[in-house]
Every structure is written in C-alpha cells, then in structure tokens.
C-alpha cells in the first residue's frame, strides 16, 4: 500500500514537498517513483529512485525536483522547487517490484497565482 501526501495549491515558484509511505518489508528492493498526469495528457515519470540508489528525472524538472528515499521508514519523497504552472497535475507515486507496479491514490498539486 502507497499513501501519498503534501500535495496543495503553490504560487509560481514556490515548493511543495510530496511523501510516499509505503508498507511491506521489502521496501529497499523496490524502485520507487514519482509519476504525474495532468488533464487531457498520459501519466509521465517525473523522478525514480532505484532500489541501488540511482535516481532519473525528467528533463522538465531536472535541476528543480530532488527524490530520495528513507529505507528505514519505508518513505520516499519528492522535494519541489521552482514550481511553475506546467508542473500541476496529479502525483502518484509508484513502486515497482519485478513486474509487479504498486500505485498510490494520487495528490493534486496545483501551481497558480
């Protein structure tokens, strides 16, 4: 199970900070993610932070999005800065196991004036 939370409404520039909480006791062998869809568009992965640690952004949000994770608490999060008002869409987190993909329910953010 994946439960997202931080989403919210952010003035241009501004930054959100997302987290994921995840259970099961095999956390450290997932590759989680961070994925986003904004209306009428596909979902697209925004970062992904490997089970090794290797992370991949997004050339959108590269430079302004940071993810990490906590292998202890089960947690991944994704650090927003700079937001600007192409960035606002639904974000899901992700876990990926093998074949298997895990999703969360979703977190709207929203950056407008």
């Known amino acids: 199970q994946l439960v997202e939370s931080g989403g919210g409404l952010v003035q241009p520039g501004g930054s959100l900070r997302l987290s994921c909480a995840a259970s099961?006791?095999?956390?450290?062998?997932?590759?989680m993610g961070w994925y986003r869809q904004a209306p009428g568009k596909q979902r697209e992965l925004v970062a992904r932070?490997?089970?090794?640690?290797?992370?991949d952004y997004a050339d959108s949000v590269k430079g302004r999005f940071t993810i990490s994770r906590d292998n202890v608490k089960n947690t991944v999060t994704l650090q927003m800065n700079s937001l600007k008002p192409e960035d606002t869409a639904v974000y899901y987190c992700?876990?990926?196991?093998?074949?298997?993909?895990?999703w969360g329910q979703g977190t709207q953010v929203t950056v407008s004036s």
């Open positions: 932070v490997r089970s090794g640690g290797n992370r």
């Open positions: 992700n876990a990926q196991v093998g074949a298997v993909d895990y």
């Open positions: 099961g006791s095999i956390f450290r062998l997932y590759h």
